[in-house]
């Protein structure tokens, strides 16, 4: 199954309007979930509003290209705009891609990865099977090519910033894609939860920027010393981070 990825974006509009013998408390809260597969998408727009303390719901499902959904999704939110000229308006913009681990290097381990962007600050989430108990290495690699059967079309680690390796924030020095080490339980279970403001899904700055990347599970640990990798062993598990 090819990798699903999820981008959510929320609107969140803040209305108050006031006539001059009644005073409405009106607020209203857009959220577009967008789902893409290859070339085709679907957003599902949900409205709520309330007025007085009444609270009514409006559901409006767009497919089609990516284009064209995002472009009626923004026709939508153009209206809300027009509509209500005395507004306040913050708007929040939340960031989401999951996708699928495959097995590499003759192993059985698979899993999901979910990240996600806000506030600038990204959530890395793992839940991986099929592991060997005890530790192992993640890390982003340079490339989001997984088609050879060791995972090394992937390139090494991903070092933007040409430091040497080691431990996620070491005065020393540390790649930008150097996640660390996590524990599998002994049904092979093992679950990685990583946050960071050092990167950004789909930005301008190369430094940041992760899409286009990879996500490599290793078959041992990292060691945080040896270069340039850590010495971390057979690479089991491989996704490329990429529309």
């Known amino acids: 199954m090819k990798n699903l990825i999820l981008l959510i974006t929320c609107f969140t509009l803040f209305l108050s309007t006031a006539c001059q013998n009644n005073q409405k408390d009106t607020s209203e809260k857009i959220e577009v979930k967008i789902e893409r597969t290859d070339s085709i998408s679907k957003a599902t727009v949900t409205t709520k509003k309330i007025v007085n303390g009444q609270v009514s719901e409006e559901i409006q499902v767009f497919e ?3 284009q064209e959904v995002m472009d009626k999704v923004a026709l939508l939110t153009e209206k809300e705009d027009n509509q209500n000229v005395n507004t306040e308006k913050i708007r929040k913009t939340v960031k989401r891609i999951q996708f699928k681990l495959d097995p590499k290097s003759g192993s059985t381990t698979e899993g999901t990865v979910t990240i996600t962007e ?6 890395f989430e793992a839940n991986i099977t099929g592991l060997s108990e005890g530790t192992h290495a993640i890390h982003l690699h340079e490339k989001a090519d997984c088609s050879s059967d060791d995972g090394k079309s992937t390139g090494g680690h991903w070092n933007p910033t040409f430091e040497n ?25 093992g679950t990685v939860v990583f946050s960071t403001n050092l990167w950004c899904l789909d930005c301008d700055d190369p430094i940041k920027n992760i899409m286009g990347k990879a996500v490599i599970v290793h078959q041992g640990a990292d060691d945080l010393v040896s270069q340039p990798s850590g010495a971390a062993g057979a690479r089991i598990s491989c996704a490329g981070i990429i529309y």
């Open 118 to 123: 806000e506030d600038n600050q990204v959530t």
């Open 64 to 66: 089609g290209s990516h």
């Open 165 to 189: 390796h080691g431990a996620w924030g070491a005065e020393e020095g540390f790649h930008r894609g150097d996640i660390g080490n996590f524990e599998a339980d002994a049904s092979g279970v």
